[in-house]
């Protein structure tokens, strides 16, 4: 079992950047595939990023491609999300999860964190 906590969340304005980080601990970080969710209030949780195991294969929703970065640091079980040029459609409560199966797919990862909120205004 591995337990996430996130961080890096707050406010900025549109147009800045946040780094959101995903502390892991309990069984080894780099077995695990890490994804990054969001949900925005009254929508559903909603896939943003994932990097696979070694951290060589990402994946990314299109909504972000060219403005978020994902990566990880296996040596500190920590995983990574760089948000640059932030749109207030970003507004929401990351997550970061961890799985055994690379993909978009909420099904896809066993273990979750508590979420970070990031809020961008216009």
């Known amino acids: 079992q591995v337990q996430l906590v996130e961080s890096g969340g707050g406010l900025v304005q549109a147009g800045g950047s946040l780094r959101l980080s995903c502390a892991a601990s309990g069984r080894t970080f780099s077995s695990y595939v890490m994804g990054w969710f969001r949900q925005a209030p009254g929508k559903e949780r909603e896939f943003v990023a994932a990097i696979s195991l070694s951290g060589r294969i990402t994946s990314y929703t299109d909504s972000v491609k060219g403005r978020f970065t994902i990566s990880r640091d296996n040596a500190k079980n920590t995983g990574y999300l760089q948000m640059d040029r932030l749109k207030p459609d970003d507004t929401a409560l990351y997550y970061c999860?961890?799985?055994?199966?690379?993909?978009?797919?909420?099904?896809?990862?066993?273990?979750w964190g508590q979420g970070t909120q990031v809020t961008v205004s216009s």
């Open positions: 999860a961890a799985g055994h199966s690379f993909g978009q797919l909420r099904q896809f990862y066993n273990y």
